[in-house]
């Protein structure tokens, strides 16, 4: 669920068009991610998780709320039966689930934190990262960037839809070992002020 909530705030989703997709250059697709993602300061979603594990045969689907705000903060409560609430600080990850409200702390390394990735989204993006493969379409104003890390990976392939205005649509995760997640976003409001107090586990 970490790496779902996670690659929300960085990256976002598939979903089919009406018509025909058209395939367009990776560097266009990421340069579309990064212009769109230069006008949001922060933004509220109704969101909702399908998550469906390679042993079990059916799919656990939650809803929740996420918020935003750069450069480095986001949190996500999942609603009840599967009551959870995280947020990320940079590199700092706190959970709370359960109706006890037990508290996780994880620290990420110093190169996987939010700052860092919006770093990388600062300026034009005029080459293709290493060690990725990545394929880029348009459909009826919808952009979709399928990654794919090379190497040893956990993740086989992140999945990322998202408009011209860096509105996220949805975001799809598929693991090597065979597992699933996606998630939607719904009722997605940009850049409504946001403040400190908005991101509270308390």
């Known amino acids: 669920m970490i790496r779902l909530m996670l690659a929300t705030v960085c990256l976002v989703a598939t979903i089919a068009g009406t018509a025909q997709a058209r395939s367009i250059s990776p ?3 990421l340069e579309a991610l990064r212009k769109g993602f230069s006008g949001i300061t922060d933004f509220t979603a109704e969101i ?15 809803n929740g709320t996420v918020r935003f705000r750069k450069p ?3 949190f996500m409560e999942i609603n009840p039966p599967y009551h959870a609430r995280m947020l990320l600080r940079d590199t700092i990850i706190e959970q709370t689930s359960g ?15 939010l700052k860092q990735w ?4 600062a300026a034009p993006v005029t080459s293709l990262p290493e060690g ?5 379409d348009l459909t009826n104003g919808l952009y979709t960037l399928a990654i794919a890390p090379q190497g040893r990976s956990q993740i086989k392939e992140l999945s990322i839809a998202f408009m011209g205005d860096g509105t ?4 799809v995760i598929t693991e090597q070992n065979g597992d699933r997640s996606s998630m939607t ?18």
Request: zero cysteines.
């Open 99 to 113: 109706g006890e409200g037990e508290k996780n702390r994880i620290v990420l390394p110093p190169d996987q934190g």
């Open 48 to 62: 909702t998780q399908e998550k469906r594990l390679r042993l079990m045969k059916r799919t656990m689907v939650m």
């Open 27 to 29: 560097l266009d697709g």
């Open 72 to 74: 480095d903060q986001f």
């Open 168 to 171: 996220v649509r949805k975001v």
């Open 185 to 202: 976003f719904k009722k997605v409001r940009r850049n409504v002020g946001l403040t400190e107090k908005d991101f509270r586990l308390d």
């Open 118 to 121: 919006f770093s990388k989204l």
């Open 132 to 136: 990725v493969a990545i394929q880029a």
